[in-house]
Nanobody, 124 residues
Framework: QVQLVESGGGSVQAGGSLRLSCSASGYTVSSSCMGWFRQAPGKEREGVAAIYSGGGATYYVASVKGRFTISQDTAKSTLYLQMNSLKPEDTAMHYC?????????????????WGQGTQVTVSS
């Protein structure tokens, strides 16, 4: 049974940093794609960052490029999202996901497994 558990969310002021972690069990982190998504109240869930485990290629939505970094530690079966220069518009529930990436690396439909989410709140 695949289980993804996120941690590291919290409340910070604009300009601050947070590091999200996603611990995976029952799933081989190195086998496919893993990503971070976020959903703000009243908005659609959007792909923020993703990584192809085989080659390590990373992808980001335009709004976080240069500020966020996705990485993984296959030995620890853990996915990370380092978030710097946080803005109030980054406020959302953040989810870890795992899947094939078949429909697009940042497409929600590409992911079969989801964590429960961790809240990120950025105040101005």
């Amino acid at each position: 049974q695949v289980q993804l558990v996120e941690s590291g969310g919290g409340s910070v002021q604009a300009g601050g940093s947070l590091r999200l972690s996603c611990s995976a069990s029952g799933y081989t982190v190195s086998s496919s794609c893993m990503g971070w998504f976020r959903q703000a109240p009243g908005k659609e869930r959007e792909g923020v960052a993703a990584i192809y485990s085989g080659g390590g290629a990373t992808y980001y939505v335009a709004s976080v490029k240069g500020r966020f970094t996705i990485s993984q530690d296959t030995a620890k079966s853990t996915l990370y999202l380092q978030m710097n220069s946080l803005k109030p518009e980054d406020t959302a529930m953040h989810y870890c996901a795992a899947g094939s990436g078949y429909y697009g690396i940042l497409a929600r439909s590409s992911y079969n497994y989801w964590g429960q989410g961790t809240q990120v709140t950025v105040s101005s």
